[in-house]
């Protein structure tokens, strides 16, 4: 199905770094609940991830990934998720994250 350009610039995909990341055993499927900075303008969000397969929660601090900051928020068990973290599925469907290959100021807009 096409879209047209005002459908793909009305969803809002930033970068932010994650400075907090621990497991999520309340979640349905495997997946760790993260805190995300993207900058001044937006602070932190949380998020979760179901991105165990090729990540610990150690591995992910300091680490810049993209994301929707602009989906309502959304009850996963007990926590309110504020955006949705992007990834891509592996050979497995295993979730491998996106984020750029240099570093760039959080907060940043995809375009």
Known sequence: MMIAWDDFERVDIRVGTIVSAEPFPEARKPALRLVIDFGPQLGRKKSSAQIT????????????????????????????????????????????????????PDGGRLF
């Open 53 to 104: 397969r090729h990540y610990t929660p150690e591995q992910l601090i300091g680490r810049q990934v993209l994301a929707v900051v602009n989906f309502p928020p959304r009850q996963i068990g007990p926590m309110m998720s504020d955006v949705l973290t992007l990834g891509l599925p592996d050979a497995e469907g295993a979730v491998v994250l996106i984020a750029p290959d240099q570093p760039v």
